[in-house]
C-alpha cells in the first residue's frame, strides 16, 4: 500500500455550501497535488503543494483553496460548492526523479456530488 | 489549451493482439512522459515512462516510443490481456514541481 489516503470517499452537497476534502500521507512525501477527474477533461491540476505552507495554483484553482500545514496532510476545501464541480477528486503525493516513474502515486478518490 | 491529446476514445483489441495507444503533445518543454492506467473506482497507477532524450523504453509487455519531432508518443501492449481492460492516460511531466499534465484518456477493452 503506497501510503495516500482520502476522505470522504463519496458526498453529496449542496450548492452554496463549504466543502472540505482531505488527503493523508505516510510516505513524508514533499509534493502532494489535488487532480479533478471529468468525462473529457481527463485529470486536471486544482492545487499542489511543494512543502509545509508552500502551494501554488493549477490550471483550473478557481473556487478551490488548499492548506498544508503539516507534511502529511493536504486539504481542498470548495468554498461554496457548485454544481461544476461535480466530480471525482485525486490526491497525488510525489517524490520526484527517485527512481524511473518519478514517484506521482495516486490516491483512490473522492466523489464528489453537488445537487 | 490542450497540451497532451489523446485524440481515441476507447479501442477494442482482441486478446493476444497488439494494442496501441496514442498521444499528441505541443509543450516542447516535457522533460519526460508517463503513461497510466487506472481501472473504475481507483487512483491511477503508474505503468511505463520515457524520458524527452530517449526514443523508447520497453517493460516487459509494454514499450512506449517516442517520436520528438512529430511530438507524438505511443504505448504499445503486447500480447494484449483481458486485465489490460482499463482507462489508459499519457502525461507530461515538468517544472521544478514535477507537475503532470495529462490526456484525456483512452479506454481499452480487450475482448476474448
Known amino acids: 500500500d503506497a501510503g495516500i489516503t482520502q476522505s470522504p470517499r463519496h458526498k453529496v452537497t449542496e450548492t452554496g455550501t463549504p466543502v472540505t476534502l482531505r488527503c493523508h500521507q505516510t510516505?513524508?512525501?514533499?509534493?502532494m497535488y489535488w487532480y479533478r477527474q471529468d468525462p473529457g477533461h481527463g485529470l486536471r491540476l486544482i492545487h499542489y503543494s511543494y512543502g509545509v505552507k508552500d502551494t501554488d495554483k493549477g490550471e483550473v484553482s478557481d473556487g478551490y483553496s488548499v492548506s498544508r500545514s503539516k507534511t502529511e496532510d493536504f486539504l481542498l476545501t470548495l468554498e461554496s460548492a457548485t454544481s461544476s464541480q461535480t466530480s471525482v477528486y485525486f490526491c497525488?503525493?510525489?517524490?520526484?526523479?527517485?527512481?524511473?516513474?518519478?514517484?506521482?502515486?495516486f490516491g483512490s478518490g473522492t466523489r464528489l456530488t453537488v445537487v | 489549451d490542450q497540451q497532451v491529446k489523446q485524440n481515441s476514445p476507447s479501442l477494442s483489441v482482441q486478446e493476444g493482439r497488439i494494442s496501441i495507444l496514442n498521444c499528441d503533445y505541443t509543450n516542447s518543454m516535457f522533460d519526460y512522459f508517463l503513461w497510466y492506467k487506472k481501472y473504475p473506482a481507483e487512483g491511477p497507477t503508474f505503468l511505463i515512462s520515457?524520458?524527452?532524450?530517449?526514443d523508447k523504453n520497453e517493460d516487459g509487455r509494454f514499450t512506449v516510443f517516442l517520436n520528438k519531432s512529430a511530438k507524438h508518443l505511443s504505448l504499445h501492449i503486447v500480447p494484449s490481456q483481458p486485465g489490460d481492460s482499463a482507462v489508459y492516460f499519457c502525461?507530461?511531466?515538468?517544472?521544478?514541481?514535477?507537475?503532470?499534465?495529462f490526456g484525456t484518456g483512452t479506454r481499452l477493452q480487450v475482448t476474448l
Open positions: 497525488a503525493i510525489s517524490a520526484p526523479y527517485e527512481g524511473q516513474n518519478y514517484g506521482y502515486t
Open positions: 520515457i524520458s524527452s532524450i530517449k
Open positions: 510516505e513524508n512525501h514533499r509534493y
Open positions: 502525461a507530461g511531466l515538468s517544472g521544478t514541481a514535477s507537475k503532470l499534465t
